[in-house]
């Protein structure tokens, strides 16, 4: 199967209120096709080194902050306080899913404010990128979130 064929091929695994055309949320959040996901991850995720299992490199690579979370409600508070400036300003995320067959997604940051656990259950992995600014957030589900600013070319 190739790249491009494998890219998206089970939305089903998003969660439900990604899926939900009729409810407020779901019809803001926007599902990139594979080109779009290319050319997000190009202006975010791919300035970054890889380290094994699909996460960025953290050793080769400095970062703005690390945090942890212990259970879902700290998870929930620990996204509502790094999203908070982008809420406030009415801006979209993209949410980039480490399992390549997710299509990568993009919404308003108080949608994936109010959803962070749906989201954090759809894992395994992924990431965050307030779109237009200069950070990527990673969240791993071993509880490890890590800020750092984007590489530049």
């Known amino acids: ?3 491009s064929s494998s890219y998206a091929s089970h939305p089903e695994y998003l969660p439900n209120f990604i899926n939900n055309p009729h409810g407020d949320d779901g019809r803001q959040v926007v599902k990139l096709n594979h ?3 290319r050319q997000l991850a190009a202006a975010s995720l791919s300035r970054f080194p890889a380290g094994a299992g699909d996460v960025i490199d953290f050793e080769s690579i ?3 902050d690390r945090l942890w979370w212990d259970d879902e409600e700290h998870w ?3 996204v509502a ?3 908070s400036p982008y ?3 009415g801006e979209r995320v993209a949410i980039i899913w480490g399992n390549y067959v997710m299509p990568a ?3 308003p940051a108080d949608v994936a404010v109010r959803h962070a656990q749906d989201i954090l259950d759809a894992g395994p992995h992924f990431w965050i990128y307030p779109l237009g600014d200069s950070v990527l957030i990673e ?3 071993d509880g490890q979130v890590t800020v750092a600013k984007i590489p530049s070319d």
Do not use: P
């Open 1 to 3: 199967m190739t790249e």
């Open 35 to 37: 080109a779009e996901n």
């Open 139 to 141: 969240c791993l589900m």
């Open 62 to 64: 400095s970062y703005e």
């Open 81 to 83: 306080e790094l999203l």
């Open 105 to 107: 997604v993009t919404m």
């Open 87 to 89: 809420v406030q300003r």
């Open 76 to 78: 929930a508070r620990t």
